[in-house]
């Protein structure tokens, strides 16, 4: 932990609070005006350019429109849970950035204090935990709403969180080992030489995937899901309510950025060919280097949503399950093994020939696997396959692979 924290007065520690929770507001207004005017020339379309020079305003007309708006309460609800959900989306998302640090130890009207609110040892577990509390907001709203689709929307919410969350903390696990820290202002100062993106790849791509499930965005943003669920968990919203459940969105991306930041990019530290400058490092230019880097992944999320189509919902829980998960027990057992041979001695050649037969008997146990699994051809129609009835089950449904619609009385009769 720095030694700084918890030392600081009462005024600096309300500045420091209100500092970031300005950087909170201000980041979402412009993140979803960017994102509209980038999705726009990436579709070859002009976007907002109505309010304000080139439609600079837009974000904060849509803000003023949505508090006007009548806030309409539908009259199945659970009222108290249903006003209370948007809060509980929101709020977490906040409480998150406390021990995310923006820079080294600065002077701040004469007195010497590290710009991070304040730290933990446990600093990166209770981002996790504190997220995970967030997703609860989505869960009730389609709970409290007393209406089907958002209903579906929170119980796709639920297990979106337990998929992605597992793999998420998973990928936490390597960095661990790696910095021997959980705290946030330490896992930033093993990164001073070597970030941990460049040693820990494999980590750093199961985040990523794994933050974007967990922000619900295209191509994950299945609690919504426009297209099948009307709006998803926020249908019976409107007002504030609504425009809450949209902040709660772009702060928790903001949210699962700067961790992203935190964990795999150096934090605050300068990137290369910036960090051979002596005073890159000092006084207030770390918090560039770190909003510049948080803003390369709000433009990676605007980049997917832009480009890929939504997964479908078994292909999203496979993702998660089949690939993300077994993917990182492999990974962490990996570093595991690599700590613990460096500890007691070994080379480095030993390390790097234990890690390539580790991992070339990995991917041929993987091969066998699949081989043995390899399921048969469907049946044809020749093979005698009987046909189906689609109205089984009271409503339509298509056939599956190796059946087939009945083509004539006899067969109508025996379905």
């Known amino acids: 932990m720095i030694p700084g924290i918890g030392l600081d007065p009462w005024w600096l520690v309300i500045a420091k609070a209100l500092a970031i929770f300005v950087f909170l507001i201000l980041t979402p207004l412009m993140a979803i005006l960017i994102e509209r005017k980038v999705m726009a020339r990436m579709q070859m379309r002009v976007g907002p350019n109505r309010v304000g020079p080139g439609g600079i305003l837009q974000s904060l007309a849509d803000g003023v429109k949505l508090a006007l708006k009548e806030g309409i309460v539908p009259k199945g609800v659970d009222k108290p849970i249903y006003l209370?959900?948007?809060?509980?989306?929101?709020?977490?998302?906040?409480?998150?950035?406390?021990?995310?640090?923006?820079?080294?130890?600065?002077?701040?009207?004469?007195?010497?204090?590290?710009?991070?609110?304040?730290?933990?040892?446990?600093?990166?577990?209770?981002?996790?935990?504190?997220?995970?509390?967030?997703?609860?907001?989505?869960?009730?709203?389609?709970?409290?709403s007393g209406s089907t689709y958002p209903l579906l929307g929170g119980l796709r919410s639920t297990a979106q969180v337990i998929s992605y969350e597992i793999a998420m903390g998973l990928s936490f696990t390597a960095v661990f080992l790696h910095a021997g820290t959980m705290s946030t202002s330490g896992i930033v100062a093993a990164q001073s030489n070597t970030w941990y993106i460049f040693l820990l790849f494999p980590s750093f791509l199961i985040y990523l995937t794994s933050m974007v499930g967990e922000t619900n965005r295209a191509p994950f943003d299945l609690p919504e899901a426009e297209g099948e669920l009307v709006g998803g968990f926020h249908t019976e919203y409107s007002s504030l309510n609504f425009a809450m459940f949209m902040l709660a969105e772009y702060v928790n991306m903001v949210t699962v950025s700067a961790l992203a930041t935190t964990l795999f990019l150096g934090g605050w530290h300068a990137p290369f060919p910036l960090n051979l400058w002596d005073g890159a490092n000092s006084g207030w230019w770390p918090v560039l280097w770190f909003t510049l880097k948080v803003w390369g992944f709000l433009f990676l999320f605007i980049w997917l949503r832009a480009t890929l189509p939504r997964l479908r919902y078994d292909q999203f829980m496979n993702l998660g399950w089949k690939v993300l998960i077994p993917v990182s027990l492999v990974w962490i057992m990996l570093v595991a093994t690599v700590r613990a041979l460096r500890i007691e001695g070994y080379g480095s050649w030993t390390v790097a020939l234990f890690v390539a037969g580790a991992v070339v008997a990995a991917l041929a146990v993987v091969s066998l696997v699949r081989r043995r699994r390899r399921k048969p051809p469907p049946p044809t129609e020749a093979a005698g396959t009987s046909p189906f009835d689609p109205m089984a089950g009271g409503f339509p449904v298509p056939p599956m692979p190796g059946q087939h619609l009945p083509t004539d009385d006899k067969e109508r009769s025996d379905a």
């Open 84 to 144: 209370l959900a948007p809060v509980i989306a929101a709020v977490p998302a906040f409480m998150a950035f406390a021990v995310i640090p923006f820079g080294p130890e600065v002077s701040i009207f004469g007195r010497l204090t590290p710009l991070q609110l304040t730290d933990l040892p446990v600093g990166v577990l209770y981002i996790l935990a504190v997220t995970s509390v967030g997703v609860y907001g989505i869960v009730l709203a389609g709970w409290s």
